[in-house]
């Protein structure tokens, strides 16, 4: 049996922006606040929407915002969300919030996905991997999945509000909207070079440079952790980060468990090359995985994007850049907790231990995420263009 270990609290004030917010119930906590403080705007975007109880808390919060008067828009994805009853939102709209189904054409959804999660409320923002759903609602030991979120203030939440803005047009995903969305360039966050970047993926944002700047700091990095739900990176950013492992410390932490089992076959495939190099992986034990974050030196990279081909080349993303040491410190103290309750794959026992069946799981597996999937969401992006 796992010997759960409490997690010990921070008897330290919380940090200045950008603020770490640990498990579903310290994010969702963050989030009401910030909608019950709201006086002009609440922007909230997820990719998936379920009703219960913090889905019904959130509903509860949006709609008392809406009617004070402040300006509500919920956009949820028609996929993530697809078993959220039409009518779930009525009482928002009615209080005269707004609501939108990210692409609501069943023919292609499965290929095009709104995967971000953000919740905008006036100047400040809350962005990381979770979705608005009991599942993640816990500490990510003893309940709720493992994951994370950060609040932020500042230019970074101007260039996200202009950002939910693009994705609130271009939610009926018809050819008219994706032509005006590639036509348009998102706003960049500007401010001092220590401030939050914001990074987006997807058909029509700068996807290169999300990729390009997470190669540049791997690259550079002496110190690598990170936590992915999927494991599935493209073949530079592999590299990258077998390079990295073979320079010094690169860890990552995965989950025991995992909520799409084909992904987690497919990413086997590639645990060998990876444990070759001398990356360290581990597997968390209490908990599903859910969080999407790296470490890189003192540079911090949380948001909604995955390590795998899906989030860095199909769905629409969105990646936090931060360079901040304390952040990053922060960051660190979770990973090592995490090292008590988790295993670390042995390279020998991994290569003598697998057997055929399972090698030929995670070759199909591979070829279905890696190869076929991005090959027919390309096909079906040519018939919107």
Same mark, same amino acid.
């Given at each position: ?210 990729? %390009? ?7 550079? *990095? #002496?110190?690598?952790?990170?936590? @992915? =739900?999927?494991? !599935?990176? +493209? ?125 030929? %799981? ?7 995420? *890696? #190869?076929?999937?991005?090959?027919? @969401? =390309?096909?079906? !992006?040519? +018939?919107?263009?």
């Amino acid at each position: 049996m796992t010997n759960l270990e409490p997690r010990a609290h921070d008897p330290t004030p919380a940090e200045p922006a950008p603020e770490l917010l640990v498990g579903g119930s310290a994010a969702y906590a963050c989030m009401w606040r910030l909608v019950r403080q709201a006086r002009i705007a609440v922007d909230l975007e997820t990719y998936i929407f379920e009703a219960g109880a913090v889905g019904d808390r959130f509903l509860a919060e949006l709609t008392g915002a809406a009617r004070r008067g402040v300006q509500v828009r919920v956009l949820v994805d028609a996929y993530g969300s697809d078993t959220l009853r039409q009518d779930y939102f009525a009482p928002l709209i009615a209080a005269g919030g707004e609501l939108r189904w990210f692409n609501p054409k069943r023919l292609l959804r499965l290929s095009f996905r709104n995967h971000r999660k953000l919740l905008r409320a006036d100047g400040e923002a809350v962005v990381g991997g979770l979705n608005i759903a009991d599942t993640y609602d816990g500490d990510g030991l003893e309940t709720g999945w493992r994951d994370f979120a950060v609040r932020v203030d500042g230019p970074v939440v101007d260039a996200l509000a202009e950002s939910f803005a693009r994705m609130w047009e271009l939610s009926a995903f018809g050819r008219r909207e994706v032509r005006r969305f590639w036509r348009r360039a998102p706003q960049r966050a500007t401010g001092a070079p220590d401030q939050p970047e914001l990074l987006l993926s997807g058909p029509g944002c700068p996807t290169a440079e999300l990729r %390009r700047r997470l190669l540049f700091d791997i690259r550079g *990095a #002496r110190r690598m952790q990170a936590w @992915a =739900a999927y494991f !599935l990176p +493209s073949r530079r950013i592999g590299a990258a980060i077998r390079d990295a492992a073979r320079r010094g410390a690169a860890d990552i932490m995965l989950g025991e468990r995992s909520d799409v089992p084909v992904s987690r076959w497919a990413s086997e495939r590639l645990f060998g090359r990876f444990l070759r190099a001398g990356l360290r992986i581990h597997r968390y034990r209490p908990q599903i995985v859910h969080a999407k974050a790296m470490v890189l030196d003192d540079v911090v990279y949380v948001g909604s994007s995955n390590l795998d081909v899906r989030s860095l080349f199909i769905n629409y993303e969105l990646l936090l850049r931060i360079p901040s040491p304390a952040l990053a410190t922060r960051l660190r103290a979770e990973f090592d907790t995490d090292l008590r309750h988790a295993d670390t794959l042995d390279p020998v026992r991994w290569r003598s231990g697998r057997r055929w069946w399972q090698s030929l %799981r995670s070759y199909v597996a591979y070829q279905l995420l *890696a #190869r076929l999937d991005p090959y027919l @969401a =390309a096909r079906s !992006l040519k +018939s919107l263009r």
